[in-house]
C-alpha cells in the first residue's frame, strides 16, 4: 500500500485509538467496540480503512475475527519518518 493510504489512515483518532488498543495484542471486534461509544459499523469502517491501508490484519477462528498490528508497515513509516529527519545511525 501507499504511504498516502497509510498517513490517511493514521488521520483519524479514532483508529489510531484502534492501533493503540491493538498494541498489547489481538483483539475480537467486539473488544474493540466495547472501547468506543460508536456504533459497531462505524468500528467495522474504521478497521476496513486500518486493513486496507495494511496497518492491521484479520484472522478468523470459530465465527470471531480478530484484528492485531502489522508491525512491519508500522516499522516502514518510523523508517521513512526517521530518514525524513535526517538523524543517522550512528
Known sequence: MGLQQTLKAL???TRREILNLLKTGK???GEICGHFNIT???I???LSVLKDADLIS???EGKYIFYELNV???????LWI???KGESET
Open 27 to 29: 483483539r475480537s471486534a
Open 40 to 42: 459497531a459499523a462505524a
Open 11 to 13: 488521520s483519524d483518532p
Open 72 to 78: 512491519s508497515v508500522l516499522e516502514e513509516i518510523m
Open 44 to 46: 467495522s469502517r474504521h
Open 82 to 84: 526517521t530518514d525524513l
Open 58 to 60: 484479520d484472522t478468523r
